[in-house]
């Protein structure tokens, strides 16, 4: 059991306005801290040397350690996208961000970086729901139908 990071207000700061321009290996590895990961699963997510990354993230402020990975926690967060409900799960528009962001980071890293940067610049539904449709082309195109599925399903869109 690892150490739990989490963003500081420095690194909320950098993921909304790239204000300290971060380099794109440092930026990927913040946009993965989010506080329920242990050092081990962003060592796993992180390419290496994971160590130095979250070092560097941490000697400059971006993140800072809230604990040990609390081993329940991590259940209940692979059990979300499993249920394949045909309604639509309805979400706030914040929550929705924070569930489209970390599925697209999770699934594809480095190469879902211009969809997160795009679903986090969104201020209404109707801008969300032209970006999610986007996004889930993209993943459909680059993952398959299963996972645009997924997708759908974990962001609220209604699926076919």
Sequence with gaps: M???YRKTDKG?????TRAYRLVPRLRSALILVDGKRSEDELG???LPPAEGVLASLLSDGFIEAVGGAPE???APEAAVPAPAAAQPVTLSLDETRRRAARWLTDRLGPYGDPLTMRIEKVKTPEEMRATLELADA???QQLGAPRSQEFRQHVGLPTA
Excluded: D, N, S, Y
Excluded at 12 to 16: D, F, K, L
């Design 12 to 16: 909320q700061t950098e993921i909304a």
């Design 44 to 46: 796993k997510l992180i």
């Design 72 to 74: 329940p926690a991590a």
């Design 2 to 4: 690892g150490t739990v």
């Design 138 to 140: 993209f993943v459909r």
